[in-house]
């Protein structure tokens, strides 16, 4: 039976942080950010329809490793630390087989198995840190919910979406993705345009209204679509440098002009 292993950002595994004599979770993301994201991506491209992939969306990793690098900064070390090991546990490895030599993470029979334990840690993490990590805590809380009962999972997402700030937003884009797998895609539609209208989402205006798009080509609305897409991707291709050389186009606006 084939492995499933959850890949976590760089920025959430474990490194010595330099305060002398204290270890931590800090960023080790942002030296090779780019690739790490495309691949990230391309792990679980098509891997079924549970929400859980929402942590994984390209859109995501680069608002986590804003939120999180900053948090870091002002969150102590055992708080860090602890996070960090839920987050670990949210990302063993499923299989019924062996794990494979020198794997040294947790391991689970089942995602359902892996999504409990990680719901249990988490919850610890924000009854012991309180306000420090609780909204985070929750959301990670409610992603896992969505393995082992979806409606409850949607309504924890519902209620965090409700909230102004960073974790607010993503949890949108979450509720919106889960929205999307349902097929309700009026509802999903209408949060992507709620984030899109934000004066500062975020996200990235052109991830949001990518996942925009994709839905008005499932609703047929061809028109609507390709004016996103070449939205997105016309002003990333005539992007120039200070040195008047062009600039890579983004994973999405390459996406976005494929469309076209």
């Known amino acids: 039976m084939a492995r499933k292993k959850r890949y976590i950002p760089e920025q959430f595994r474990p490194v ?15 030296a090779n950010v780019g690739g790490k994201v495309q691949d990230f991506g391309t792990r679980f491209e098509g891997k079924g329809k549970t929400i859980l992939y929402a942590v994984a969306a390209l859109a995501i ?3 986590l490793f804003g939120i999180f690098n900053a948090w870091n900064r002002r969150t102590n070390a055992a708080a860090q630390t602890a996070f960090g090991k839920a987050i670990e546990t949210s990302q ?14 947790k391991t689970f029979a089942t995602e359902k198995e892996r999504a409990e334990t990680s719901i249990n840690e988490f919850q610890a993490v924000a009854d012991k840190y309180g306000s420090q990590v609780e909204e985070k805590a929750k959301y990670f809380i409610a992603v896992n919910r969505l393995v082992i009962d979806r409606e409850a999972g ?17 949890s949108k884009f979450a509720l919106a993705q889960a929205k999307n ?16 209208a934000l004066q500062n989402p975020i996200l990235s205006k052109d991830t949001i209204n990518f996942e925009l798009a994709k839905i008005y080509q499932i609703q047929g ?13 016309k002003p990333a291709s005539e992007a120039k440098d200070l040195q008047d050389k062009p600039i890579p186009m983004s994973e999405t606006a390459r996406s976005a002009k494929q469309k076209l």
């Open 181 to 196: 797998d349902e097929g309700k895609l009026d509802e999903a539609a209408a949060l992507y345009q709620e984030l899109a």
């Open 92 to 105: 063993g490895l499923v299989s019924t087989s062996p794990a494979p030599p020198g794997f040294t993470g």
């Open 154 to 170: 949607i309504q924890e997402l519902e209620a965090l979406s409700k909230s102004t700030n960073e974790v607010g937003t993503i």
């Open 61 to 63: 990793l680069a608002v």
């Open 16 to 30: 010595v942080q330099e305060d002398k004599t204290k270890f931590a979770y800090r960023d080790e993301f942002q």
């Open 221 to 233: 609305k061809q028109t609507e679509a390709a004016e996103i897409y070449f939205n997105i991707a």
